[in-house]
T-cell receptor, first 113, second 116 residues
Framework: QKEVEQNSGPLSVPEGAIASLNCTYS??????FFWYRQYSGKSPELIMS????GDKEDGRFTAQLNKASQYVSLLIRDSQPSDSATYLC?????????????FGKGTKLSVIP | GAGVSQSPSNKVTEKGKDVELRCDPI?????LYWYRQSLGQGLEFLIY????????KSGLPSDRFSAERTGGSVSTLTIQRTQQEDSAVYLC??????????????FGAGSRLTVL
């Protein structure tokens, strides 16, 4: 059973601070990792993908990957109230069923003005 | 179309009734997924279609659930004899099967099912 673990939160940060979201996964062979943002009552939308160890930056967002530790993180700099949402970590399965993504339950982020 | 379209957006039904949920993926996307999201839970994989290949039905929770995809485009998820535990948001997603963007899923707005 492939698992993706996230702290459910809520994670509360003040506006302008850095929000740090973490994710661990069980499938050691996984090569592709994604962060989706889901606003309340809405569907998930992709905000970051990462495939190689290290950091990947896109605007205020930085994804970090450490395959040896089976750990993925998302940093949001200069957090805004509009960033308040649930962030879902998703991992592409390896081996059989490699077209599937396994999702974590999500971390709810609240940015306080 | 411009995005993944799902209908109905909301469905309230009585226990024991059958329901059909429809998904129209992004034009040209060959891969189509159904996920289920229950309150406070993560996304649960249900079924996967890729082109004309046999679908992966490994995530369907019981034989009351079935899905088809006609002409490699529109998909219908059918739940027979609905139970209260079937209440959830059913999300459809599609993607292009290409590297490095494989498995970049675009989700529809979902169909919220409530079984009374």
């Amino acid at each position: 059973q492939k698992e993706v673990e996230q702290n459910s939160g809520p994670l509360s940060v003040p506006e302008g601070a850095i929000a740090s979201l973490n994710c661990t996964y069980s499938d050691r062979g996984s090569q592709s990792f994604f962060w989706y943002r889901q606003y309340s009552g809405k569907s998930p939308e992709l905000i970051m993908s990462i495939y190689s160890n290290g950091d990947k930056e896109d605007g205020r967002f930085t994804a970090q990957l450490n395959k040896a530790s089976q750990y993925v993180s998302l940093l949001i700099r200069d957090s805004q109230p509009s960033d308040s949402a649930t962030y879902l970590c998703a991992v592409k399965n390896s081996g059989a069923g490699s077209y599937q993504l396994t999702f974590g339950k999500g971390t709810k982020l609240s940015v306080i003005p | 179309g411009a995005g993944v379209s799902q209908s109905p957006s909301n469905k309230v039904t009585e226990k024991g009734k059958d329901v059909e949920l429809r998904c129209d993926p992004i034009s040209g996307h060959t891969a189509l997924y159904w996920y289920r999201q229950s309150l406070g839970q993560g996304l649960e994989f249900l079924i996967y279609f890729q082109g004309n290949s046999a679908p992966d039905k490994s995530g369907l929770p019981s034989d009351r659930f079935s899905a088809e995809r006609t002409g490699g485009s529109v998909s219908t998820l059918t739940i027979q004899r609905t139970q209260q535990e079937d209440s959830a948001v059913y999300l459809c997603a599609s993607s292009l099967r290409r590297e490095p963007g494989a498995n970049v899923l675009t989700f529809g707005a979902g169909s919220r099912l409530t079984v009374l």
